[in-house]
């Protein structure tokens, strides 16, 4: 089964670039965090064993001295947007900013002018390098195969009609869904081939509408053409500056009013949209344009955080200013695409089905002046530890934990509860009475019986007893993500309880009892 018929898609991919974007020096191992889960880290991170979607705390278990820093996705888009502006003067007319850091464009017409497909990725990784950055390109029948072919080397060209063969051997967890990830190989399912010889029907009925888009994947289908057509009038809005405004955050603020009234025009529809374009119109007559996509539904701070990004890149490399006549903005646009039924609404802060609007608008009016993650509701997910039990979600964003609270979560540890879950473990040191490190063998059998507590380096206080421990092996068929360690509950003198755990033979607090 090959992807539609015609269609080739060129992915452009600059490795590492939420890594570029935060100024990391090349021997310092440095990880971009967000919810508390890699999206990028260095070469010298990924050398000690650090991972993308590898939580915080196993990460720091692994790279000692690795240096966390949260992402900003407004620095990236305003620090890629000026890669996004030379690709279209030299060599694509419009394009797909799927993230930053990777955008898609249709590869047919562009092929046929620069003079073949190879010549295509030569002059986009040549464009984008005239920049100080470093570039990989893929070419393919659809995204997600032109984008993993981007990562694989420069230059990595599918053949038409060969997306199902080119990733039959890779693993299932290439498509990107966890739970795929755990079920199929326990079924004897490792690589996307045999994946996408099982039948069609079969996967609809057993995994659900998760695994039917992965299963399309993995036969080659296109889920869905990359396109750059102007879309249609029905839902956009927009506004009218008199006179032309030349400020950033009026702005914004007028595009966070213009997200919420198309999602609430959208709502009226009852479809939500997956890509949304903004128009820009200046005074003396040009129209600057930017293609968003999200992962999922886009919600109205999503939306105006984007647009935050642009703007202050176009403002600060000169874009909207002018020679002569009127400076600024005369109008702004908003248009959604690629429209589907809406399944539903996240819920609110107590697990009401609906978030009442006045929640929302004072929700967004923080979030306007604080920042994105200002606001923030708890949404309890599935797991074995204190800390994999609940997850912060900012308020207008969907939740994405795939977590089930029925479980079965074996090994988790019973109530009571500790008072307190650090987001990030606190080193520690558990020393027997002769001074020497405690640890725990294959058959979690102490080497020593525990004395001695310190905590971040501070003066240790005496054990007055423990639990444990107890062993906990998670994702073992995975060799890059198997998590191995051992949990302990410990009191001390004066008066504290707490929740260790035992990872690489070093010692962590996870959690404190009161």
């Known amino acids: 089964m090959t992807g539609l018929t015609g269609a080739r898609v060129v992915v452009v991919w600059v490795p590492d670039f939420p890594v570029l974007v935060c100024g990391a020096v090349d021997d310092v191992p440095v990880a971009v965090v967000y919810r508390d889960a890699v999206v990028a880290c260095s070469v010298s991170a990924r050398a000690a064993g650090v991972r993308r979607r590898m939580r915080v705390r196993t990460a720091l278990a692994r790279c000692t001295g690795l240096r966390v820093v949260e992402r900003d996705l407004a620095a990236e888009v305003r620090r890629f947007e000026p890669v996004i502006r030379r690709v279209e003067e030299a060599v694509l007319p419009r394009l797909e900013v799927i993230r930053p850091g990777l955008i898609a464009a249709p590869a047919r017409g562009a092929s046929r002018y620069w003079g ?222 690629t429209l589907t039924p809406d399944k539903g609404r996240q819920q609110a802060f107590a697990g009401e089905r609906d978030t009442p609007v006045e929640v929302e608008r004072a929700a967004a009016r923080i979030q306007a002046m604080l920042g994105h993650r200002a606001v923030t509701r708890i949404t309890e997910t599935g797991g074995r530890g204190p800390s994999d039990r609940i997850r912060l979600v900012p308020v207008g964003d969907v939740d994405e934990s795939r977590g089930r609270l029925d479980g079965p979560w074996l090994g988790s540890l019973p109530a009571p509860h500790p008072a307190a879950v650090y987001p990030v473990r606190r080193a520690a040191r558990l020393t027997g009475a002769d001074g020497s490190l405690v640890g725990v063998s294959a058959r979690m059998e102490l080497s020593a019986a525990p004395a001695v507590l310190a905590i971040d380096g501070r003066r240790g206080v005496e054990v007055t007893g423990w639990a444990g421990p107890w062993p906990l092996l998670e994702q073992w068929w995975d060799s890059e993500d198997v998590r191995r360690i051992a949990r302990m509950q410990v009191t001390t003198d004066d008066g504290h309880a707490w929740l260790l755990l035992v990872n690489h033979s070093r010692w962590w607090v996870e959690a404190h009892y009161g």
């Open 116 to 337: 073949g497909e190879q010549q295509l990725l030569d002059r986009l990784v040549d464009t984008v390098a005239e920049l100080g950055l470093p570039a990989q390109a893929g070419i393919a029948d659809s995204t997600f195969v032109a984008a993993l072919a981007a990562r694989r080397q420069t230059g990595v060209i599918v053949p038409a009609g060969e997306d199902a063969a080119w990733l039959a051997p890779y693993s299932v967890g290439v498509l990107g869904v966890p739970r795929l990830t755990e079920l199929l190989p326990q079924l004897g399912i490792r690589t996307v081939g045999a994946f996408a010889r099982l039948p069609a029907g079969r996967v609809a009925e057993r995994l659900g509408v998760d695994g039917v888009a992965a299963h399309r994947i993995a036969r080659g289908e296109a889920t869905r053409p990359v396109t750059v057509q102007v879309p249609g009038e029905n839902y956009a809005v927009g506004r009218e500056f008199e006179p032309a405004e030349a400020r950033v955050d009026p702005l914004v603020f007028v595009a966070v009013e213009l997200a919420d009234e198309l999602h609430v025009r959208l709502g009226e529809a009852g479809v939500v949209c997956a890509r949304v374009e903004a128009v820009v119109e200046t005074a003396d007559g040009r129209s600057l344009t930017r293609l968003f996509r999200h992962e999922g539904r886009l919600s109205s701070r999503a939306v105006a955080e984007r647009l935050r990004g642009v703007l202050g890149a176009w403002s600060e490399a000169g874009v909207l200013d002018v020679p002569v006549g009127e400076p600024g903005v005369r109008r702004l646009v908003l248009r959604p695409e």
